[in-house]
């Protein structure tokens, strides 16, 4: 952690320099997905919006499919200034706050609707600025989905994942789940999944819709259920200092352009998962099943003990806050 605060320091002195007279300030969005994705159409608007927002004033240069630097690497980027913006997905900011694992608690939203309520809560925004001493400020949450589960035998209740290998991003808190389940986590990188499957080196993996259906899971597991066990979703983050030193307008007009980017993306990942779906459905090489409520309860309760275990990290507070935003009354 004394390396990361070391290069955030650095970056941020060389952010701050003062920039010739009249020349644009230049945003590097740096990610790792294909434009097509709900991240890259995203990154492309808020370049859209910022240039038209900040004529003259800023120039956002996108770089999509890693083009500058893969998932082990953008963290250390942005500390060093090399790129102003990423979008990593939730499960990676957890050396940085434990409070982010918060996400990947299972079965702890009821739907999407009620993660849109917590992200745009009191507690959910603090969760944007709770890396700010570490060098990184959140912009905005981006969602992709969520997360269903699949293997070659139907699972229907916690017993049905007993004994299987399943893949996961790098999460305690997700490997927990698996364990609880009576089953083993594997890590994998996102682009060794399909062979993972394939060759049976794991047994199965969750994911959204989009991303089984884009990936071709679907092709290798005859079994998919529609669990909406947990979120799978980004964060835009940002140098803090290089943000806090911007002057105000510039400020405001790429908050604007952040606002407009988030429903971009968060509507495109809302269309393409339902259309995934159906093409699944439609594909003929795979078995959707659908969680009965007396199935689910079964699923919650047998995960429940990873909150328990996770708590003290995360704190009781934060998930209460969440839980409350299952209601539509309560913020």
């Given at each position: 952690?004394?390396?990361?605060?070391?290069?955030?320091?650095?970056?941020?002195?060389?952010?701050?320099?003062?920039?010739?007279?009249?020349?644009?300030?230049?945003?590097?969005?740096s990610h790792v997905v294909a434009e097509k994705t709900p991240?890259?159409?995203?990154?492309?608007?808020?370049?859209?919006?910022?240039?038209?927002?900040?004529?003259?004033?800023?120039?956002?240069?996108?770089?999509?499919?890693?083009?500058l630097f893969g998932d082990a690497k953008e963290m250390e980027a942005?500390?060093?200034?090399?790129?102003?913006?990423?979008?990593?997905?939730?499960?990676?900011?957890?050396k940085f706050t434990k409070k982010i694992q918060v996400f990947d608690?299972?079965?702890?939203?009821?739907?999407t609707d009620a993660i849109d309520r917590f992200q745009e809560s009191a507690a959910g925004k603090d969760l944007l600025k709770s890396m700010e001493s570490k060098g990184l400020l959140g912009l905005a949450f981006w969602h992709n989905g969520l997360k269903q589960i699949s293997a070659n035998k139907p699972l229907l209740v916690p017993e049905d994942a007993k004994g299987l290998k399943f893949r996961i991003q790098a999460s305690d808190i997700l490997a927990a789940q698996f364990q609880a389940l009576g089953a083993t986590p594997q890590k994998l990188a996102f682009s060794e999944v399909y062979?993972?499957?394939?060759?049976?080196?794991?047994?199965?993996?969750e994911n959204t819709w989009s991303n089984i259906y884009s990936q071709k899971f679907h092709e290798a597991q005859k079994h998919i259920t529609e669990s909406n066990h947990g979120a799978l979703d980004y964060m835009v983050v940002v140098n803090a200092k290089w943000w806090n030193g911007l002057p105000q307008d510039v400020r405001d007009g790429l908050?604007?352009?952040?606002?407009?980017?988030?429903?971009?993306?968060?509507?495109?990942?809302?269309?393409?998962?339902?259309?995934?779906?159906?093409?699944?459905?439609a594909?003929?090489?795979?078995?959707?099943?659908?969680?009965?409520?007396?199935?689910?309860?079964?699923?919650?309760?047998?995960?429940?003990?990873?909150?328990?275990?996770?708590?003290?990290?995360?704190?009781?507070?934060l998930i209460d806050a969440a839980l409350k935003s299952n209601s539509a009354k309560t913020n």
């Open positions: 952690m004394k390396k990361w605060l070391l290069a955030a320091a650095a970056g941020a002195v060389l952010l701050a320099g003062p920039s010739a007279a009249q020349q644009p300030i230049v945003i590097k969005f991240k890259g159409q995203a990154a492309l608007k808020f370049k859209e919006e910022a240039e038209k927002l900040l004529p003259g004033k800023v120039k956002v240069e996108v770089y999509p499919s890693s083009q942005i500390a060093l200034g090399d790129v102003q913006m990423i979008a990593p997905s939730l499960s990676k900011f957890d608690l299972p079965f702890l939203f009821n739907d062979q993972a499957l394939q060759t049976g080196t794991v047994d199965g993996q908050t604007k352009a952040m606002t407009i980017a988030t429903k971009t993306n968060n509507d495109i990942a809302e269309r393409l998962n339902k259309e995934a779906l159906e093409k699944i459905k594909s003929g090489t795979t078995t959707v099943h659908v969680l009965t409520p007396a199935q689910r309860a079964q699923w919650q309760k047998a995960m429940k003990p990873v909150w328990d275990k996770f708590e003290g990290q995360i704190g009781k507070d």
